[in-house]
């Protein structure tokens, strides 16, 4: 179960218990998992924000709330995310993401806004997202703002 991938200890245990293992017995079986270095929470949370980050191109505070779910101590969870995010610029994996989402220009206030939410969702700052769509939008949705 563990050779695959790398695995956080909650998913080993629930993993566990849906094969039909006893919760009491689970928990051993996982608390000595991490003993012996097999299951290691640091190590899957390094995975996990690398793949959200290079793959899945995922802001950083998405990345820090799924790992939070995941149950990834707090401290774990910022360092594996700003090691995973050290060679990638925030702007240029907005504009990326962006670039997936639109072929052309921004052409009405309803497309912004539905962009505007969706790059809120993916994890970006609301700031970086704002900038990044105001200079993909046409001057004729710029000059109704006006």
Known sequence: MV?????????VRARLIRQGFAPDSADNTVHRLCQDGAVD???AAAAYAR???EIKSRGRRRTLRELGELGVDTNDA????DAAYAGLSDTALLG???SRR????IETRAQFRRLYGALL???FE???VVAALKARTSSTVRADDE
């Open 102 to 105: 639109l072929a052309g220009q």
């Open 121 to 123: 969702r993916q994890g």
């Open 78 to 81: 910022k360092s594996a995310v």
């Open 51 to 53: 793949h959200a980050a």
């Open 3 to 11: 050779a695959g991938r790398e695995l956080f200890a909650a998913q």
């Open 96 to 98: 990326r993401v962006l």
């Open 126 to 128: 609301g700031s970086a």
């Open 41 to 43: 929470n640091r190590r």
